[in-house]
């Protein structure tokens, strides 16, 4: 027996499927900015210091390629 989940998954696949590939992008966009939204809400920030805060905590223990480094400083 499929749960309520299981069946509101598929329908959100099924509809997403439908969808042209612009349509995806711009759905795409608008879940971005409704992320964004809600994470400055909750962290009492504006939109702005919030992209900053994301962009940090991405880079946040990353490092350069070795690779790309070798090629910069070639």
Do not use: K, W, Y
């Amino acid at each position: 027996m499929r749960s309520v989940a299981d069946r509101l998954r598929g329908e959100i696949v099924e509809r997403v499927l439908r969808m042209t590939p612009a349509e995806r992008v711009d759905l795409t966009a608008r879940l971005a900015e409704d992320d964004l939204r809600l994470f400055a809400a909750a962290h009492h920030v504006d939109q702005n210091e919030a992209r900053g805060r994301l962009a940090r905590q991405r880079q946040r223990g990353r490092h350069a390629s070795g690779a790309v480094a070798a090629l910069l400083h070639e």
